[in-house]
């Protein structure tokens, strides 16, 4: 009986061997490192005074009243695309726009925005551009944009209530709030502008008069950068592949800004399941099926999107669930985890798309594409070295394991991946161990020899299970 006892151990530390062998040669899904306090390090996202009161003219919300440059070719700086475009300008396709919140003193940063974009992509389509403001603006602005962009320029004025306290608000509690984070020091804790800017992104610039006349949007900030080509028509690419929302960096929210917010998505799971589609994001935005939120958020800086998903009533009711319960007022809740959690839950997550191929940098994060090859393709001008996507602050490798994606040639270790492979040396060599030990077994009859290798046996077999429970706690019950 002894010696089918060993020969089984043998059998067994050999099947482990395989098993390991197959585990280590492939991608370990990274989990999300500790969270620091990123805050300090962004800057210039919404500046302004605390305080602004919108102006009451409606003038530039009349599409009549904007400010129009026709589309003209123009030779741009990096004219042999890998696409064989040259010169030739297509001209645009898609019912699509960029928009742009801004104010008139972001005239320069815009400008170097705009540039970027132009020379990379857009002076090759002329799409239209909307520029957005809380007020009007003014003709230095309107001259600058208008001269730099190929399409159409269009100069909105944000609406007062869309751009001021609900009356819903607590106003004493509000700004008890803002003194608090003003003494915790929480980047634009104290900020009411901030405030009204991530509330307005997150549910009203898709509803402006303006943006009503498209069906795709992309987001621009002021100072910007784009260091690739960009050969194809994103819009059109977003449509044929049924893609609503697009990404290129992300990463974990600053958690004392948003500490109630997924108590109200939670209120709207319950109360509108009808909204939730299937086969949806869920599990990217939570670690324990939907009962918290681990953070993680697509930053909405950059934004491809469709227009009517953010129209729809799925995100329309999940907006109006947030803006209620006032946490853009009562915390500091940014739009960029609310557009997150909104696509996560709203949209299939095969229609929400990863744009690895457009190298993009705003302060002070950068994606740029670790394949040599395409960066040589696309006439990249980033280095791959300041790359944030597998930093473990970021959740882009998180978002690959949801989506089952292989992560690209060269992408680094994750800490998690680092900690697996280290469980995975030691379980190799008990492994090993094992079966030299079953081997022994069978040449050797003295008994504190075989109590010795006992030992060992069960040691193997704790380590075995506290592998199993790192990487599955359920299968630690098997």
Request: with cysteine; charged share 25%; proline share 4%.
């Amino acid at each position: 009986m002894a010696g089918t006892r060993y020969v089984r151990y043998i059998a067994f530390a050999l099947v482990s061997l395989i098993v390991i062998f197959f585990i280590s040669s492939s991608s370990n899904a990274p989990g999300s490192d500790s969270i620091r306090d990123y805050g300090k390090s962004l800057k210039g996202k919404w500046r302004g005074q605390s305080s602004t009161t919108p102006s009451d003219s409606m003038d530039y919300l009349d599409p009549s009243n904007s400010m129009v440059q026709k589309p003209a070719a123009r030779p741009g700086t990096t004219p042999n695309t890998s696409g064989g475009l040259g010169l030739a300008k297509i001209g645009p396709t898609m019912n699509a726009t960029f928009v742009t919140l801004a104010r008139n003193s972001d005239v320069w940063e815009i400008a170097k925005s705009i540039r970027a974009v132009e020379d990379r992509f857009n002076r090759k389509f002329g799409y239209d551009w909307v520029f957005l403001n809380d007020k009007p603006f003014d003709e230095t602005f309107k001259k600058i944009t208008t001269a730099l962009v190929s399409g159409n320029t269009r100069y909105g004025l944000i609406p007062e209530d869309h751009w001021s306290f609900p009356e819903w608000i607590d106003q004493d509690k509000a700004a008890e709030v803002r003194k608090d984070m003003a003494e915790r020091k929480i980047i634009y804790g104290d900020s009411i502008s901030y405030r009204h800017m991530c509330r307005y992104e997150s549910g009203f610039f898709f509803r402006h008069p303006l943006m009503l006349e498209y069906e795709w949007y992309w987001r621009v900030e002021p100072s910007i950068e784009l260091y690739c080509d960009i050969d194809y028509d994103t819009f059109e690419f977003m449509a044929k592949n049924d893609k609503k929302y697009s990404f290129v960096i992300s990463m974990y929210e600053y958690k004392e800004t948003i500490l109630t917010m997924w108590d109200s998505a939670k209120k709207f799971m319950k109360e509108h399941p009808e909204h939730l589609a299937k086969d949806n994001s869920l599990d990217f935005l939570s670690n324990d099926g939907g009962d918290s939120y681990n953070q993680c958020h697509f930053w909405s800086n950059f934004e491809i999107g469709n227009l009517n998903w953010l129209r729809s009533p799925a995100y329309i009711d999940f907006f109006d669930q947030l803006d209620k319960d006032g946490g853009f007022f009562y915390e500091r809740w940014g739009d960029a985890p609310v557009h997150s959690i909104g696509a996560g839950l709203t949209l299939k997550k095969d229609q929400i798309h990863f744009f690895n191929d457009i190298a993009y940098y705003h302060i002070p994060f950068t994606h740029c594409p670790i394949e040599e090859d395409l960066r040589v393709a696309h006439k990249c001008h980033c280095s791959p070295d300041e790359n944030f996507d597998w930093n473990g602050y970021s959740c882009t490798a998180r978002w690959f394991e949801f989506m089952g994606m292989d992560k690209p040639k060269g992408a680094p270790l994750s800490s998690r991946e680092k900690r697996n492979r280290i469980l995975l040396g030691v379980l190799f060599t008990l492994a090993l161990l094992a079966a030299l030990a079953g081997w022994a077994l069978t040449r050797t009859s003295n008994k504190e020899v075989r109590d010795l290798l006992d030992l060992a046996f069960s040691n193997y077999a704790r380590a075995r299970r506290e592998y199993r429970l790192v990487r599955s706690p359920s299968s630690a019950k098997e």
